[in-house]
């Protein structure tokens, strides 16, 4: 089976754009993690999509936002990207059902100018 | 909300040594402790996890304990390659359908050949 993929790799962009990240699961994985990743803070949870809808919410503000397809595919979108937004954004996919042994994808490195 | 301490936070060892990292949670209602390593430029991969009514488990080299009572957990590393040599994080979560991990800041394991 193909692992999780985050599209772009790599992205550079400047204060107050915005930001869309993807981020397609392993086939079969219904629920879809994004976590942001930072020297100074470490992994953090960001929000968690199953079945199309939210159902986790990390402490992030609204600027961060997501969303997930039919198809299981997610999308994380970040508006007015400010300096401290530059991370390392991760996607993880879980298997149905509650088994909670996440996949991660390889991340998108986030670079804001 | 739950805190999960790791140290250390640096790993020095020589080739065929053991490492172990220990880490610490707060909440006692944590029951899914999942141990990821992550290589430069990729995402966290999961090497083995362990759940609350369970005290030890082992992979080959790899074994993890739990100390419920003491709320700690451990992961040990017997004959240490040099492929091991990565960040190692720990993380704590409830498990089921509201999983929001915690991880530990994470350890970064050096093996000399």
């Known amino acids: 089976k193909a692992g999780v993929t985050q599209t772009p790799r790599y992205l550079i962009k400047t204060r107050g754009q915005q930001v869309t990240l993807s981020c397609s699961p392993i086939s079969g994985h219904r629920s879809v993690s994004w976590y942001q990743q930072t020297p100074g803070q470490g992994l953090q949870f960001l929000f968690e999509?199953?079945?199309?809808?939210?159902?986790n919410k990390g402490n992030f503000p609204g600027r961060f936002s997501g969303r997930q397809f039919s198809n299981s595919r997610s999308e994380m979108n970040v508006s007015t990207l400010e300096l401290g937004d530059s991370a390392l954004y991760l996607c993880a996919s879980e298997p149905t059902g509650a088994t909670d042994t996440q996949y991660f994808g390889p991340g998108t490195r986030l670079t804001v100018l | 909300g739950e805190n999960v301490e790791q140290h250390p936070s640096t790993l020095s060892v020589q080739e065929g040594d053991s490492a172990v990292i220990k880490c610490t949670y707060s909440?006692?209602?944590?029951?899914?402790f999942p141990w990821y390593k992550q290589e430069l430029g990729k995402g966290p991969q999961l090497i083995i996890d362990i759940r609350s009514n369970v005290g030890e488990k082992k992979d080959q080299r790899i074994a993890v304990t739990l100390n419920k009572t003491a709320k700690h957990f451990s992961l040990h590393i017997t004959e240490t390659q040099p492929e091991d040599s990565a960040v190692y994080f720990c993380?704590?979560?409830?498990?089921?359908?509201?999983?929001?991990?915690?991880f530990g800041r994470g350890t970064s394991l050096i093996v000399h050949p």
């Open positions: 993380a704590a979560s409830k498990s089921g359908g509201s999983y929001i991990p915690t």
């Open positions: 909440d006692s209602a944590s029951n899914y």
């Open positions: 999509y199953f079945s199309e809808t939210q159902r």
